[in-house]
């Protein structure tokens, strides 16, 4: 009797050791395998990203290459890395269409310089604020349309608006720099699809002036010299990642991984590796 009960204890302990063995398998593979699954990702551990390529310094895409960099694009990734995430894919989109793409959930969240606005807060959630903008007017350098004595300045958007009253204005479509130029008196807005194709237009003189975002529009000119930034306009925009309205893990995921990369000193290695110089204090 006392060897059969020996026997099972034994063979009792071994069944237990074995759904043991089987409960660490599952879990380590769980664990492998669903980074960031409580956030609402269409697959566990994989990010796809909405954005209106190319946009650069903050999203674009070299010849010959269907790879994402830029400003956008360093940081989406540092900051999905914060909680596990490091595989991340950016999926381009149209910008006038990236905001409703968004919320039917066409892609887990969109970075593309967006600027926060409360129309834009109908349609989609926005994290905390990553980037301070301003609007800008661009033209050509060996034709500045009577804006010369703008250069260098800052000016208000009722300054810019009667600056630019009459003249023709290239746009892309969908932005705050669309709107602000379809307020101009008398002027004709030609709206584009993508902002290199405004730049363009303004190259082959079939436009008098670019209104676009600061930076964007001052990197372009890095790359075309008979194109020339005239003045800034404040105030500032503020630009956001945009998630699902109903996706706030994500965004709350987004907003605690931006003030880590902030602390941490990762966010200012990137501003200054593509913008040249240190994030503004504020």
């Known amino acids: 009797m006392r060897r059969w009960h020996l026997a099972l204890l034994a063979a009792l302990a071994a069944l237990v050791l074995a759904f043991a063995g089987c409960g660490d398998d599952s879990g ?39 790879e994402a960099k830029g400003f956008d694009v360093d940081l989406v990734k540092a900051i999905a890395a914060t909680f596990g995430v490091t595989d991340v894919t950016f999926k381009k989109e149209r910008f006038d269409t990236i905001f409703t793409s968004t919320a039917q959930k066409r892609f887990d969240m969109a970075a593309s310089s967006i600027t926060i606005t409360d129309e834009r807060k109908k349609t989609v959630l ?26 260098g300045q800052t000016i208000t958007p009722e300054a810019a608006s009667t600056a630019l009253e009459g003249k023709t204005l290239a746009v892309q479509r969908g932005t705050t ?34 209104v676009n975002d600061y930076a964007i529009s001052a990197f372009a000119t890095t790359k075309k010299p008979a194109l020339t930034m005239i003045a800034k306009i404040s105030p500032s925009e503020s630009y956001g990642f945009a998630f699902a309205q109903d996706n706030t893990k994500l965004q709350e995921a987004f907003n605690a991984g931006l003030q880590k990369v902030k602390d941490d000193g990762t966010y200012a290695k990137i501003y200054e590796t593509w913008f040249n110089e240190a994030p503004p204090t504020s």
Not at 39 to 48: A, E, S
Not at 178 to 185: F, G, I, R, Y
Not at 189 to 203: E, H, P
């Open 126 to 151: 926005f994290s905390d604020p990553y980037f301070e903008a301003n609007q800008s007017i661009m033209v050509r350098t060996d034709d500045m349309q009577g804006l010369d004595s703008l250069t």
């Open 28 to 66: 380590g593979a769980e664990t492998a395998s669903a980074a960031g699954a409580d956030l609402g990702l269409q697959t566990p551990g994989k990010l796809v990203v909405g954005s209106d390529i190319p946009y650069a310094p903050f999203e674009f895409t070299d010849p010959g290459s269907d």
């Open 177 to 210: 720099g669309a709107d602000l130029a379809s307020k101009v008196p008398g002027a004709t807005v030609k709206q584009f699809q993508i902002i290199d194709d405004a730049f363009n237009a303004l190259a082959a003189r079939k436009a008098d002036a670019v």
